[in-house]
Nanobody, 121 residues
Framework: QVQLVESGGGLVQAGGSLRLSCVAS????????MGWFRQAPGKERGFVSA????????AYGDSVKGRFTISRDNAKNTVYLQMNSLKPEDTAVYYC??????????????WGQGTQVTVSS
């Protein structure tokens, strides 16, 4: 049974930082592209970032480029999202997801339960 468990969310002031973590189990982590998505109240879930399993290439949504950094530790089955210079519009539930595709823009097969990030102004 595949499980993705996110952690690291919380309340932070604008301009602050948070690091999200997602621990995966039940899959061969090193063979999965890992992604982060987010959903704000009243909005659709949107792409934040992803890191490919094959070459470690990364992708970012336009709104987070230059502020967020994705990384992975295959030995720990963990993917991270370092979020800097946070803005109130970054407030959302952040979800971790996994796909066996090499492409970060592919459909994702597995999803975590999400972690809340709230950025106060």
């Amino acid at each position: 049974q595949v499980q993705l468990v996110e952690s690291g969310g919380g309340l932070v002031q604008a301009g602050g930082s948070l690091r999200l973590s997602c621990v995966a189990s039940g899959l061969t982590f090193s063979k999965y592209t890992m992604g982060w998505f987010r959903q704000a109240p009243g909005k659709e879930r949107g792409f934040v970032s992803a890191i490919s399993w094959s070459d470690g290439s990364t992708a970012y949504g336009d709104s987070v480029k230059g502020r967020f950094t994705i990384s992975r530790d295959n030995a720990k089955n963990t993917v991270y999202l370092q979020m800097n210079s946070l803005k109130p519009e970054d407030t959302a539930v952040y979800y971790c997801a996994a796909t066996p595709s090499r492409r970060p823009t592919a459909g994702y097969d597995y999803w975590g339960q999400g972690t809340q990030v709230t950025v106060s102004s």
